[in-house]
C-alpha cells in the first residue's frame, strides 16, 4: 500500500486537516463495522486480500485497542447536516482507520 498526501484531490482545502504518521496495514488488523454496514466490510476485506495476501477479520461491534479499520454509520443530526446523504468522514491514525458515513449511499 503506498503513501502519499491526498489534500491537493478534494475540491476544498477546508475539508482538510492534514496530520503527521502513518497507518500500517498488516494482517493482523481487524475491520469492525456497525452492523448497518457488515456487507460493506466484508466486501473491503475481499478488495484487500488479493491486493495484500492478508486475510482480514471482519467483526461488527465496537473498535478494538488493536490496529483496526471501522466503517461506521452516525446518526448524530450535525453529521447529517454535515455529510448529507454521500459524504462521509475519514479519519486516519497510527492505529486505525475510521469511516463514518449518514447513510450508506
Known sequence: IVSRDWSSDVCSSDLVTAGRGQFTLTGRVVIVA????????????????????????????????????????????????ALGAEGYRLKVTPSAVTTSAASMR
Open 34 to 81: 456497525d452492523a448497518g454496514v457488515r456487507a460493506q466490510a466484508r466486501q473491503l476485506a475481499s478488495w484487500l486480500g488479493p491486493a495484500t495476501g492478508f486475510d482480514l477479520a471482519v467483526r461488527v461491534g465496537p473498535s478494538p485497542a488493536g490496529a483496526h479499520i471501522a466503517l461506521r454509520l452516525s446518526r448524530a443530526k450535525a453529521d447529517v447536516v
